[in-house]
T-cell receptor
């Protein structure tokens, strides 16, 4: 069964600090891994998409890494801001022939305090 | 370019009723997918439509159904509502490639009493 596990479940950091969120997956076959940011009451917004051949991708203060051998990904947030308070969801696509089957992680809830 | 639009934003229904939710994708996007999000289960894939055809279906009972129109707009229907159907229902659209990012709407918050 395809699974995506995220850790920690929740995290509190002070504004200006860095943090790293983890994602482990058992999805086969693998097509791509995505990180989304979801503000409370809103739909998720895409941060990064990485395919098998990519091991790092940045989007402003967000940097995602992918180790396809160990099936692990991380999302590093640099110099956190209050607006980074949100849930961060790791999503893996199995790239099946039928289309785009996505498996979602449970998310990490990040709170940035002043 | 307008984003993904979902209506209504909030909905309150009682057990046994049925509900229809609507989703208008980004102009030019032909793929629309639906998701259920609850605090306990997180985000779960319901189904995906492409050019009016259902391409994928998640593990949900037959009470959950959908369709897509020729203009790519999509509707999702839930019949015989149960308390456990209370959730945020999100739709997303994307371009042609399965590697393209999904653009989500703000969702419909459904409460079943």
């Amino acid at each position: 069964k395809n699974q995506v596990e995220q850790s920690p479940q929740s995290l509190i950091i002070l504004e200006g600090k860095n943090c790293t969120l983890q994602c482990n997956y058992t999805v086969s076959p693998f097509s791509n891994l995505r990180w989304y940011k979801q503000d409370t009451g809103r739909g998720p917004v895409s941060l990064t998409i990485m395919t098998f051949s990519e091991n790092t991708k940045s989007n402003g203060r967000y940097t995602a890494t992918l180790d396809a051998d160990t099936k692990q990904s991380s999302l590093h947030i640099t110099a956190s801001q209050l607006s980074d308070s949100a849930s961060y969801i790791c999503v893996v696509s199995d790239g099946g022939t039928a289309g785009n089957m996505l498996t979602f992680g449970g998310g990490t809830r990040l709170m940035v305090k002043p | 370019k307008a984003g993904v639009t979902q209506t209504p934003r909030y909905l309150i229904k009682t057990r046994g009723q049925q509900v229809t939710l609507s989703c208008s994708p980004i102009s030019g996007h032909r793929s629309v997918s639906w998701y259920q999000q609850t605090p306990g289960q997180g985000l779960q894939f319901l189904f995906e439509y492409f050019s009016e055809t259902q391409r994928n279906k998640g593990n949900f009972p037959g009470r959950f159904s959908g369709r897509q129109f020729s203009n790519s707009r999509s509707e999702m229907n839930v019949s015989t509502l149960e308390l456990g159907d209370s959730a945020l229902y999100l739709c997303a659209s994307r371009g042609l490639s399965t590697n393209e990012k999904l653009f989500f709407g703000s969702g419909t918050q459904l409460s079943v009493l």
